[in-house]
Nanobody, 126 residues
Protein backbone atom coordinates (compact mmCIF):
# COMPACT_ATOMS: atom_id res chain seq x y z
CA UNK A 1 0.00 0.00 0.00
CA UNK A 2 1.22 3.50 -0.89
CA UNK A 3 -0.43 6.56 0.58
CA UNK A 4 -0.05 9.77 -1.44
CA UNK A 5 -0.78 13.32 -0.30
CA UNK A 6 -0.49 16.29 -2.66
CA UNK A 7 0.19 19.87 -1.61
CA UNK A 8 1.31 23.15 -3.10
CA UNK A 9 -1.74 24.06 -5.13
CA UNK A 10 -3.34 27.49 -5.02
CA UNK A 11 -4.35 30.56 -6.95
CA UNK A 12 -1.72 32.16 -9.17
CA UNK A 13 -1.73 34.73 -11.95
CA UNK A 14 -1.01 33.71 -15.51
CA UNK A 15 2.72 33.63 -16.09
CA UNK A 16 3.40 32.64 -12.50
CA UNK A 17 4.85 29.48 -11.00
CA UNK A 18 3.87 26.79 -8.55
CA UNK A 19 5.60 23.72 -7.21
CA UNK A 20 3.40 20.79 -6.34
CA UNK A 21 4.58 18.14 -3.92
CA UNK A 22 3.38 14.60 -3.39
CA UNK A 23 4.42 12.98 -0.12
CA UNK A 24 4.44 9.20 -0.18
CA UNK A 25 4.28 6.77 2.70
CA UNK A 26 3.74 3.07 3.12
CA UNK A 27 5.37 0.68 0.67
CA UNK A 28 8.87 1.82 -0.23
CA UNK A 29 8.51 4.85 -2.48
CA UNK A 30 11.72 4.06 -4.33
CA UNK A 31 10.06 1.12 -6.03
CA UNK A 32 7.39 3.02 -7.85
CA UNK A 33 7.27 4.72 -11.18
CA UNK A 34 5.21 7.86 -10.65
CA UNK A 35 3.06 10.32 -12.55
CA UNK A 36 1.05 13.53 -12.38
CA UNK A 37 -2.41 13.87 -13.88
CA UNK A 38 -4.97 16.64 -13.82
CA UNK A 39 -8.71 17.12 -14.23
CA UNK A 40 -9.68 20.51 -15.68
CA UNK A 41 -13.16 21.82 -14.84
CA UNK A 42 -15.80 19.88 -16.75
CA UNK A 43 -13.23 17.70 -18.49
CA UNK A 44 -11.77 14.23 -18.20
CA UNK A 45 -8.61 13.42 -16.31
CA UNK A 46 -5.51 13.90 -18.44
CA UNK A 47 -1.85 13.01 -18.28
CA UNK A 48 0.64 15.69 -17.30
CA UNK A 49 4.02 14.08 -16.60
CA UNK A 50 5.64 10.82 -15.58
CA UNK A 51 8.94 9.69 -14.12
CA UNK A 52 10.51 6.32 -13.54
CA UNK A 53 11.66 5.09 -10.15
CA UNK A 54 15.18 6.50 -10.27
CA UNK A 55 14.37 9.65 -12.22
CA UNK A 56 16.34 8.67 -15.30
CA UNK A 57 13.34 8.75 -17.63
CA UNK A 58 10.59 11.37 -17.87
CA UNK A 59 7.69 12.14 -20.17
CA UNK A 60 5.51 15.21 -20.57
CA UNK A 61 2.22 16.00 -22.22
CA UNK A 62 2.65 18.29 -25.21
CA UNK A 63 0.47 20.91 -23.51
CA UNK A 64 2.97 21.38 -20.67
CA UNK A 65 6.29 20.46 -22.28
CA UNK A 66 8.91 23.15 -21.70
CA UNK A 67 6.94 24.70 -18.83
CA UNK A 68 6.77 21.81 -16.37
CA UNK A 69 9.43 19.66 -14.69
CA UNK A 70 8.76 16.44 -12.83
CA UNK A 71 11.31 15.26 -10.27
CA UNK A 72 11.56 13.08 -7.21
CA UNK A 73 13.52 12.77 -4.00
CA UNK A 74 13.72 9.13 -2.98
CA UNK A 75 15.30 10.02 0.35
CA UNK A 76 12.43 12.33 1.27
CA UNK A 77 9.86 10.07 -0.42
CA UNK A 78 8.47 13.02 -2.34
CA UNK A 79 7.45 13.64 -5.93
CA UNK A 80 7.48 17.17 -7.33
CA UNK A 81 5.96 19.05 -10.23
CA UNK A 82 7.50 22.45 -10.94
CA UNK A 83 5.14 24.48 -13.10
CA UNK A 84 6.28 27.73 -14.72
CA UNK A 85 4.69 30.15 -17.18
CA UNK A 86 1.28 29.00 -16.01
CA UNK A 87 -1.70 29.54 -18.27
CA UNK A 88 -5.40 29.72 -17.52
CA UNK A 89 -5.83 26.36 -19.24
CA UNK A 90 -3.61 24.81 -16.56
CA UNK A 91 -6.44 25.31 -14.07
CA UNK A 92 -7.32 21.86 -12.74
CA UNK A 93 -7.19 19.49 -9.83
CA UNK A 94 -3.76 17.85 -9.92
CA UNK A 95 -3.24 14.28 -8.81
CA UNK A 96 -0.11 12.27 -8.21
CA UNK A 97 -0.17 8.55 -8.82
CA UNK A 98 2.07 5.53 -8.29
CA UNK A 99 2.56 2.43 -10.37
CA UNK A 100 3.46 -0.93 -8.88
CA UNK A 101 6.67 -1.30 -10.84
CA UNK A 102 10.12 0.22 -10.75
CA UNK A 103 11.89 0.13 -14.09
CA UNK A 104 12.95 2.40 -16.91
CA UNK A 105 9.47 2.90 -18.32
CA UNK A 106 7.05 5.78 -17.99
CA UNK A 107 3.33 5.66 -18.75
CA UNK A 108 0.59 8.06 -19.80
CA UNK A 109 -2.18 5.56 -19.06
CA UNK A 110 -4.15 6.16 -15.84
CA UNK A 111 -5.09 2.48 -15.66
CA UNK A 112 -1.43 1.58 -15.16
CA UNK A 113 -1.32 3.51 -11.90
CA UNK A 114 -2.41 1.69 -8.78
CA UNK A 115 -2.37 4.39 -6.09
CA UNK A 116 -3.74 7.93 -6.28
CA UNK A 117 -3.71 10.97 -4.06
CA UNK A 118 -6.75 13.10 -3.29
CA UNK A 119 -5.62 15.97 -5.47
CA UNK A 120 -4.69 19.62 -5.05
CA UNK A 121 -6.44 22.52 -6.79
CA UNK A 122 -4.46 24.80 -9.09
CA UNK A 123 -6.25 27.91 -10.33
CA UNK A 124 -4.65 30.31 -12.79
CA UNK A 125 -6.20 33.74 -13.21
CA UNK A 126 -5.78 36.14 -16.10
Amino acid sequence: QVHLVESGGGLVQAGGSLRLSCAASGRTFNFNNMGWFRRPPGKEREFVAAINWIGSNTDYADSVKGRVTISRDNVENTLYLQMDSLKQEDTAVYFCAARLIADSTVSRRPDEYRYWGQGTQVSVSS
